[in-house]
């Protein structure tokens, strides 16, 4: 059971650099979400989606991108790397439209920007 | 105030004691309240998943939901070296998309 897979696990970037965090899913699942975590600060909602070709902002999307040609895929896409940006990226994903569908997440992209 | 209180203060607790772990929230339209637990370097699973008021028992563990006081519970009996770990809560809506608020996450290290 593969579930939602992320990649890169680590990465270190330089200030201006773009990248791409990967993740997919083999449960077939509608819904997406993209995390942050910083220490001692929880987690926070940077974007979702709720099915291929739709995507919308969560709390903090300031500074990144998204995008859902596919159910597996949801790539986020960060374009101007800036150390406020160093943090742990989680994946989630859940089944169906209802919020009685708890989240599935990934095991995380640790970034940091220096 | 915070949409989810949860005090990151870390509890260090002997092998076989109780933790009780706890998160207040302000948002009267949470519904559907969730534990996670995260391991180090790992993503957040799932522990417990209760829907409106009640408890809800899982082996060594048991959820609490007080809807009246906005108040929820999370207590792990005879608590294992394994237990250690970060706990999370996190709660939804019944409308929307699944939005979730997480707290910050309580760290658990259980002493052997």
């Known amino acids: 059971n593969a579930g939602v897979t992320q990649t890169p696990k680590f990465r270190i970037l330089k200030i201006g650099q773009s990248m791409t965090l990967q993740c997919t899913q083999d449960m077939n699942h509608n819904y997406m979400y993209w995390y942050r975590q910083d220490p001692g600060m929880g987690l926070k909602l940077i974007y979702y989606?709720?099915?291929?070709?739709?995507?919308d902002k969560g709390e903090v999307p300031n500074g990144y991108n998204v995008s859902r040609s596919t159910t597996e895929d949801f790539p986020l896409r960060l374009e101007l790397a800036a150390p406020s940006q160093t943090s742990v990226y989680f994946c989630?994903?859940?089944?169906?439209?209802?919020?009685?569908?708890?989240?599935?997440f990934g095991d995380g992209t640790r970034l940091s920007i220096l | 105030q915070k949409e989810v209180e949860q005090d990151p203060g870390p509890l260090s607790v002997p092998e076989g004691a109780i933790v009780s772990l706890n998160c207040t929230y302000s948002n009267s339209a949470f519904q559907y309240f969730m534990w996670y637990r995260q391991y180090s370097r790992k993503g957040p699973e799932l522990l417990m998943y209760?829907?409106?008021?009640g408890n809800k028992e899982d082996g060594r563990f048991t959820a609490q939901v007080d809807k009246s006081s906005k108040y929820i519970s999370l207590f792990i009996r005879d608590s294992q070296p394994s237990d250690s770990a970060t706990y999370l809560c996190?709660?939804?809506?019944?409308?929307?998309?699944?939005?979730?608020?997480f707290g910050k996450g309580n760290q658990v290290v259980v002493i052997p």
């Open positions: 996190a709660m939804s809506a019944f409308y929307g998309n699944n939005r979730l608020a």
């Open positions: 209760t829907y409106s008021s």
């Open positions: 989606s709720v099915g291929a070709g739709i995507t």
């Open positions: 989630a994903s859940s089944q169906g439209q209802g919020n009685n569908q708890p989240q599935h």
